[in-house]
């Protein structure tokens, strides 16, 4: 069955970055887009944008340019998420989804704290 | 961009009882790319229904979508204690958009 595999909690300082993975298992990787979207405690859910699978073409959402960057490694099915120069506004889980015609896969999230 | 409005935030019903979710968008959606999710706390969203109105996988068909153009609901037909939850309605075009979520709670 499809599933998308996310990488565990983090806690880092501000300023620094953090990487997030997302491995897909179940299906062929790179037939299908995956996105990514991000949950702060307690709040509603944001789309950050997606990647081509097959290109490694991504689209950033307004909002999620210059400090995020999506990648993949086709290899080992995984999508990255890549955030820099963290802000304690990005304490949040973030979730990758598969998109088939329909957003159909979540991963289980993976929370990202920054602190100090 | 297309905003999604969902109304009321909280919605408190005993078990049992029918519940209607509504999900207005800015804009006509032409293609009805709509879907509802359930969340539950410490969970990631489940998906209930997409294209408006049809069923995921493995959802109960107490679960129910309807609508189109701007106005979309999402019908409970008879509440049971594990649907306590929130939900979330979402446009997926060429980009996404989520409603901010109505929590139905035990009255």
């Known amino acids: 069955q499809v599933q998308l595999v996310q990488s565990g909690s983090e806690l880092k300082k501000p300023g620094a970055s953090v990487k997030v993975s997302c491995q897909a298992s179940?299906?062929?990787?790179?037939?299908?887009?995956i996105n990514w979207v991000r949950q702060a405690p307690g709040q509603g859910l944001e789309w950050m944008g997606w990647?081509?699978?097959?290109?490694?073409?991504?689209t950033y959402a307004q909002g999620f340019t210059g400090r995020f960057v999506f990648s993949l490694d086709t290899s080992i099915s995984t999508a990255y998420l890549h955030i820099s120069s963290l802000k304690p506004e990005d304490t949040a889980m973030y979730y990758c989804?598969?998109?088939?015609?329909?957003?159909?896969?979540w991963g289980q999230g993976a929370l990202v704290t920054v602190s100090s | 961009e297309i905003a999604l409005t969902q109304s009321p935030g909280t919605l408190s019903f005993s078990p049992g009882e029918r519940a209607t979710l509504s999900c207005r968008t800015s804009q006509k959606l032409n293609s009805n790319k709509l879907a509802w999710y359930q969340q539950k706390p410490g969970q990631a969203p489940r998906l209930l229904i997409y294209d408006a109105s049809s069923r995921a996988t493995g959802i109960p068909d107490r679960f129910s979508g309807s609508g189109s153009g701007t106005d979309f609901t999402l019908t409970i037909s008879s509440l049971e204690p594990e649907d306590f939850a929130v939900y979330f309605c979402?446009?997926?075009?060429?980009?996404?958009?989520f409603g901010q979520g109505t929590k139905v709670e035990i009255k």
């Open positions: 989804v598969r998109f088939d015609l329909k957003p159909d896969s």
């Open positions: 179940g299906y062929t990787f790179t037939k299908y887009s």
């Open positions: 979402q446009h997926y075009g060429t980009s996404w958009a």
């Open positions: 990647i081509h699978t097959n290109t490694g073409n991504p």
